[in-house]
């Protein structure tokens, strides 16, 4: 009856109290997420952007700055397959770098040995392949070799025929010498015309730039890493190469037999790798040589 009595009379004041209660917390909440709201949105005025910058507009892509021009470097290693040549290989292997072989035919079946690591050269695709005579000058007699242009021709292409080596360019024994079309150059006059009836026959004729020199006694490098860099930022530098920003280094597998003289060629490679003007490159990509065989 009581509970009758009182829903017929005006709410009290203390009954009202839970639900002011409950507008005053919504108001505050509203008004809590409104500010919040401004906060989070600043006017773009303040954030130092007006209205018309704030619109999507199509953005010109920088213009692509052009390739940089790397110097190429052409790591050769003549003589082998000899001794060396297993540490040499196993170095371009982990470095994976492209290196280019001057071989000489009767080392590739010398010894079982050699006749292994032939067939490692062979299956190697960083190694590219390239004529260094069959009887390397005779065994040395150098002189008595170049004499005879016709024999030096018919010694070439004895290992040519023999390895059957899919290009045409040699490096002759013992001798600086260039035929590379217009880039004629041989260190030794009597030598001339030798290395002409070479050309003629229709091989391109591949020297050096630089020699990493080795003792013939110990068979050991004469220079660290450290030299042959200088030697070849030189080199570069003056331009003291047969072609501009290309640089034909002369190395012999027989001088990395040891671990020393391996550490040093290891070096000599990442060094070149790391430095950002210089790129490995293989003799068949050098400036001139063409790029399937003369015809004979
Ligand atoms: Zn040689």
Known sequence: ???????????????????????????????????NDRQEFKPLKSAGITPADSM??????????????????????DDGPNLGTPNVLHIVREEQIPVTFFVIGE???????????????RNLPL??????SYSHAWRNRYNKFYAS??????????TREMLQLDNHIARTPGRNAWRIDSLKFTDNAKSRT?????????????G???????????????????????????LFARNRTKRPDNLVILAHDQAYRGTPDTIELRKLIRKIKQNDNYEFAVVSSYPGVPQKPAPR
Not at 109 to 120: F, G, I, M
Not at 208 to 234: G, M, S, Y
Request: aromatic letters at 8%.
């Open 127 to 132: 190694a590219e392949l390239c004529n260094h």
């Open 1 to 35: 009856m009581d509970q009758h009595t009182n829903s017929d009379q005006p709410p009290s004041e203390a009954s009202l109290l839970p639900h002011a209660r409950f507008t005053l917390v919504l108001l505050l909440t509203v008004g809590f997420f409104a500010c």
């Open 56 to 77: 999507v507009k199509p953005v010109a892509a920088a213009p692509a700055k052009p390739a940089k021009k790397k110097k190429k470097i052409y790591l050769t290693f």
């Open 107 to 121: 080392h590739t079946a010398a010894s079982r040995l050699q006749q292994a690591t032939w067939d490692s050269l």
């Open 149 to 158: 242009p016709d024999s030096v021709v018919k010694d070439f292409d004895q």
């Open 208 to 234: 050096w730039d630089l020699e990493w020199h080795f003792n013939p006694k110990t068979l050991n490098v004469t220079a660290d890493a450290d030299q042959l860099v200088r030697q070849i930022d030189t």
């Open 194 to 206: 030798a290395v002409d009836s070479l050309q003629q026959a229709g091989y391109t004729v591949v």
